[in-house]
């Protein structure tokens, strides 16, 4: 990144309290109860130079059975104002407990704001470069979820034991916003698209439910 955008800040912070230890909280069958939150920023540290400097490269021939040098390519594109891609994450969860930890899980909620978003975008062919593509912070986006997952202590008696698992989860995002080039853009050469209020690169398509009779 440049110097102007090089260093960031990000912090977090989270807690939990086990319900079972205290008085009030004494349930027959019940052998752990845990609430736990947590809520921190970090930073997308997945970059490449060719993220932020443009490419040179050449693209050899082939002339019989050696290589010979060709043409200069340029590409992807380098953008020196290129900033920190930050998320801040939410974590709520509830650690269970029955019948002295046989039976054992959690219930997680999670919820995370991306803002600085860096998606590859493209710039007309016309531009001049081998690779007509650009690295930016387009918007900011939105993922969150649920997640499940229970252990059960079925039989243990000598030598042999048998364990259940099962875990479950619920994901979704959607676009908060985009920048001004970004809107409706979509990425080239797919059919999908990026707009405020859907999910990620979803389809583009015509809306139809039957045979259209026009065609």
Do not use: H
Request: one cysteine or more; hydrophobic letters at 35%.
């Amino acid at each position: 990144l440049s110097p102007d955008n090089r260093f960031a800040t990000f912090y977090a912070f989270g807690g939990g309290c086990i319900i079972t230890d205290e008085k009030f909280a004494n349930i027959p069958g019940v052998s752990l109860l845990k609430l736990r939150g947590s809520y921190g920023t970090s930073g997308n540290t997945a970059l490449t130079a060719e993220m932020t400097q443009l490419s040179m490269g050449t693209s050899p021939n082939r002339y019989g059975g050696a290589y010979l040098p060709g043409a200069t390519t340029l590409g992807p594109i380098g953008s020196p104002g290129l900033k920190w891609e930050t998320t801040a994450s939410t974590d709520l969860g509830l650690d269970f407990g029955f019948l002295d930890d046989r039976i054992t899980g959690s219930v997680a909620y999670y919820n995370k704001k991306v803002s600085n978003l860096i998606l590859r975008g493209n710039v007309p062919l016309s531009a001049g470069f081998t690779t007509n593509a650009v690295w930016e912070n387009i918007g900011s986006l939105r993922n969150w979820g649920w997640e499940f997952d229970v252990t059960s202590l079925n039989i243990k008696k000598g030598g042999f034991t048998w364990n259940t698992d099962f875990n479950i989860s619920f994901n979704d995002n959607r676009i908060l916003s985009l920048n001004e080039f970004e809107k409706g853009k979509g990425a080239e050469g797919t059919e999908t698209i990026r707009k405020e209020g859907e999910k990620l690169d979803v389809w583009y398509l015509a809306q139809f439910t039957q045979v259209d009779p026009q065609k």
